[in-house]
């Protein structure tokens, strides 16, 4: 099984800022490493896909990079409907995985 | 619009069956990749299973073997079928479509207690 390892686990960030999001992977998943945002009560909504192509309604402030292990989700400028937890999943090899996640929370 | 929605939840004892659905609109769940993810309470997200277009099914291996995915073409839907239930599979379960997991449904809720 793929391990994905996600950091930092907190993330306490100001409006405006940037955040920076990290993903690694145990083994290779070539750019099949996806991002989902969830809030508290919901269910999570695709962000990014194949490591970098951002998904249909998804700002431009959200960056996805990488490829193979290690993968960076970047969120230029943060608004306030931002701070949420962040979780990436692979979809290369069986049985797929996600990661423990990383909220962004609010300093 | 695509929409899917579960149901199926509910309280159960350790040992025990329990069947979910996902009723899907807007697309056919035969032409599509539908999966099923779960999330514990206060928990990170948990892949579970994936029905592929062509019937392919694969599951992750804390419910391999105990957990059964299928789906009914003519009903639009897919199941899952879980079996000699543990407390730790007490969870939100979601359906998802595609690849990408880009449409969820709400979930539904599954407790294992005594």
Known sequence: EIVLTQSPATLSLSPGERATLSCRASQSVGSYLVWYQQK???APRLLIYDASNRAAGIPGRFIGSGSGTDFT???SSLEPEDFAIYY???RSNWPFTFGPGTKVDIK | EVQLVESGGG????GGSLRLSCVVSGISVSGNYMTWVRQAPGKGLEWVSVVYAGGEIHYGDSVKGRFTMSRDNSKNTVFLQMKSLRPEDTAV????RGPNLDVWGTGTTVTVSS
């Not at chain 2, 309280?11 to 350790?14: A, I, M, N, T």
């Open chain 1, 40 to 42: 508290p009560g919901q």
């Open chain 1, 73 to 75: 989700l970047t969120i």
């Open chain 1, 88 to 90: 990436c999943h692979q």
């Open chain 2, 11 to 14: 309280l159960v004892q350790p």
């Open chain 2, 93 to 96: 379960y979601y359906c998802a």
